[in-house]
């Protein structure tokens, strides 16, 4: 299902994930690569965009997209 709505993640709201994989959450599965953990232990204010990917079964999927750090 594609979300027209632009929707930010942080990482607290993630429960400050410390390692690289595949999340449950309630808004569907998250994915989190090296490189995200990377910034937010630099920048732990940083807000994330989830990017919808395509997926099998009508699964959720989303993956972090471009980043903003508040000041």
């Known amino acids: ?3 027209p ?3 930010k ?3 607290q709201q993630v ?3 410390s390692e690289p994989g595949r ?3 309630t808004f569907g599965w998250l994915t989190i690569k090296p490189e995200d953990l990377a910034i ?3 920048f732990p204010d940083a807000i994330f965009t989830r990017v919808i990917q395509p ?3 009508d699964v959720d999927e989303f993956q ?3 980043f903003d750090i508040p000041r």
Request: charged share 20%; proline share 0%; hydrophobic share 50%.
């Open 1 to 3: 299902m594609f979300d």
């Open 5 to 7: 709505e632009v929707h």
């Open 9 to 11: 993640v942080s990482w």
């Open 15 to 17: 429960g400050r994930v």
């Open 23 to 25: 999340y449950l959450f």
């Open 40 to 42: 937010w232990q630099r």
């Open 55 to 57: 997926a099998a079964d």
């Open 64 to 66: 972090l997209g471009t």
